[in-house]
C-alpha cells in the first residue's frame, strides 16, 4: 500500500503545516481512509510506518465518555449514525479531526468537521463539506488534515 502521512509542501496557504494521507503515485486522489475505510491492519501499517519526530504541538484529545455527544456532528446526513462509532476525536470546538468506525464494514474511517464557519481560509476553499446530522456541523469527506499530535496518539491508541 502506498498510502503514507507525509507533511504538505512548504508551498500555498498551509505553508508546510501539519499531515495528510496521501498516495504516493497519486497525491490528489482521495484517500480510501475517507472514502471506504481502512481495515485494522491497513492502519496500523500507515500509523506505523510513520517516522514520528516529537515536535511542539498542542492535543485538544476529548474524553471518550463525550464521544457519542460529538457522533452527529461526525457523520454525513447521508449515513446511519448507528453504523459509525466514534473511535478517536481531537476537537477545539471548531474544527475536529477524528476516526470513526464503521461496524458494518469493520473500518476505520478518517475524517474531519466544521461548526458553520466561513469556509475559506485566505481565499482558499478548505474542502468539499457535506451536512452532518448536527445541523451546526459540516464534514469534510475528502481527506484529515491535521498536526503531528494527532497521528501520534491515534499510533499509540490504535496500538495499544
Not at 134 to 143: A, F, G, S
Request: charged share 20%; with cysteine; glycine share 4%.
Amino acid at each position: 500500500m502506498s498510502l503514507s502521512i507525509v507533511a504538505p509542501s512548504k508551498k500555498g496557504h498551509w505553508k508546510g503545516h501539519g499531515y495528510i494521507l496521501r498516495y504516493q503515485h497519486s497525491p490528489r486522489t482521495k484517500s480510501k481512509a475517507v472514502t471506504t475505510g481502512l481495515t485494522d491492519i491497513e492502519l496500523k501499517t500507515i500509523l506505523n510506518k510513520w517516522d514520528y519526530k516529537p515536535c511542539e504541538t498542542h492535543t485538544n484529545s476529548t474524553n471518550t465518555s463525550l464521544y457519542n455527544d460529538y457522533l452527529e456532528s461526525c457523520i454525513t446526513k447521508h449515513e446511519n449514525i448507528e453504523d459509525y462509532q466514534l473511535y478517536y476525536l481531537d476537537t477545539d470546538g471548531i474544527w475536529s479531526k477524528y476516526v470513526l468506525y464503521n461496524i458494518i464494514t469493520q473500518k476505520y474511517i478518517l475524517r474531519s468537521s466544521c461548526r458553520n464557519i466561513d469556509t475559506e481560509i485566505n481565499g482558499k476553499n478548505v474542502g468539499t463539506l457535506v451536512k452532518s446530522h448536527d445541523t451546526d456541523w459540516w464534514v469534510n469527506p475528502t481527506n484529515i488534515w491535521t498536526d503531528a499530535q494527532f497521528w501520534n496518539n491515534l499510533k499509540l491508541l490504535i496500538n495499544s
